[in-house]
């Protein structure tokens, strides 16, 4: 979680700050971690573009959530993805999450990089 997100959270629960939810958010990749302050090298170029992204229902038995639905990052150009965020814009905006990916994926410029559904898990713990 970032600190952007963190301090939201704390305001909102424990301040009775007001709903500030986003109105959608978005799946963005990384070529290395983005870190707290969402400041690490998102990819660029190409045709790559953050996409928006929506998700179940949280477990109320584990404080896990997933994604609902496949998520297509097209005409990406030659990195290696080894990170992933969630903002609150299609660009620029605030990280919300962020986490290392499973295995890091080396694509070739021109490639496309599938999420299926219920692929990216975000827990709370």
């Known amino acids: 979680m970032s600190d952007y997100l963190e301090q939201k959270v704390l305001d909102y629960v424990l301040r009775d700050q007001a709903d500030w939810a986003p109105a959608s958010v978005h799946l963005s990749l990384h070529t290395a971690n983005p870190g707290e302050d969402g400041t690490g090298t998102e990819v660029s170029g190409s045709g790559y573009a953050r996409q928006a992204i929506t998700f179940n229902a949280a477990h109320a038995t584990n404080g896990t959530i997933d994604n609902s639905s496949e998520e297509t990052f097209t005409n990406m150009p030659g990195v290696t993805v080894t990170h992933i965020g969630i903002w609150d814009n299609s ?27 219920g692929a990216l898990d975000i827990t709370l713990a």
């Open 91 to 117: 660009s620029g905006g605030n990280l919300l999450f962020y986490g290392a990916v499973d295995t890091p994926k080396t694509v070739t410029a021109g490639d496309t990089i599938t999420l299926a559904a």
